[in-house]
């Protein structure tokens, strides 16, 4: 079994900065991509940022030059830093990753959802 556990969540003002992470556990024969989603109240969830193992990432438009997803592969970690915080970026964030348990089985997993507040 894996699991993804997240932290670093809270409540910031605007124009602040918080910093959240996500650690993968477990039976890990490898880690594809890994990344962070946000689901808003009322709002589907949508796609932040994502990095593959090689480190290549894409980011939403709504936050590009603003998010910065980083991981490290030997501690199957990923972190996302986040800057300029808007009231709009408001939501519960989500870590996502695609893992390998064995060499034949592949699964996506999710983390439990850390909330994120900034206030205006």
């Known amino acids: 079994q894996v699991q993804l556990v997240e932290s670093g969540g809270g409540l910031v003002q605007a124009g602040g900065s918080l910093r959240l992470s996500c650690a993968a556990s477990?039976?890990?024969?490898?880690?594809?991509?890994m990344g962070w989603y946000r689901q808003a109240p009322g709002k589907q969830r949508e796609l932040v940022a994502v990095i593959t193992s090689g480190r290549s990432t894409n980011y939403a438009d709504s936050v590009k030059g603003r998010f910065t997803i980083s991981r490290d592969n030997a501690k199957n970690t990923v972190n996302l830093q986040m800057d300029s915080l808007k009231p709009e970026d408001t939501a519960v964030y989500y870590c996502n990753a695609e893992v390998y348990s064995s060499p034949f089985r592949k699964l996506e997993i999710w983390g439990q959802g850390t909330l994120v507040t900034v206030s205006s």
């Open positions: 477990g039976s890990i024969f490898r880690l594809n991509d």
